[in-house]
């Protein structure tokens, strides 16, 4: 008797199963439907023309060098110039 109690525990727990996915497999197909909706529905490009084209286009961001490249040259002095500015000290 305990065999047939066993086999029908067995059968309801395969019909739950079943039912369960059932119904995930039925959520799924209805959220795929509503997110196809969705961007089907959604609104594109405005319907006035835009008098500059690229005024939604965003700008590209690069990134500069890093590290040493990145140092900034100096102008060097002109040798041409007076050298006088630090006269050489006397002890």
């Known amino acids: 008797?305990?065999?047939?109690?066993?086999?029908?525990?067995?059968?309801?727990?395969?019909?739950?199963?079943?039912?369960?996915?059932?119904?995930?497999?039925?959520?799924?197909?209805i959220s795929l439907v509503g997110l196809f909706l969705r961007r089907l529905l959604r609104p594109g490009a405005p319907a006035?023309?835009?008098?500059?084209?690229?005024?939604?286009v965003p700008a590209?961001?690069?990134g500069g060098p890093k590290g040493r490249?990145?140092?900034?040259?100096?102008?060097?002095?002109d040798d041409d110039g007076p050298t006088d500015f630090f006269p050489p000290r006397r002890v």
């Open 48 to 56: 006035e023309p835009i008098d500059d084209p690229f005024a939604l």
């Open 1 to 29: 008797m305990s065999r047939l109690h066993h086999g029908d525990m067995e059968a309801r727990r395969k019909a739950d199963m079943s039912v369960f996915l059932e119904v995930l497999i039925a959520m799924a197909a």
């Open 60 to 62: 590209t961001r690069k």
């Open 69 to 77: 490249a990145a140092a900034v040259a100096i102008e060097e002095p």
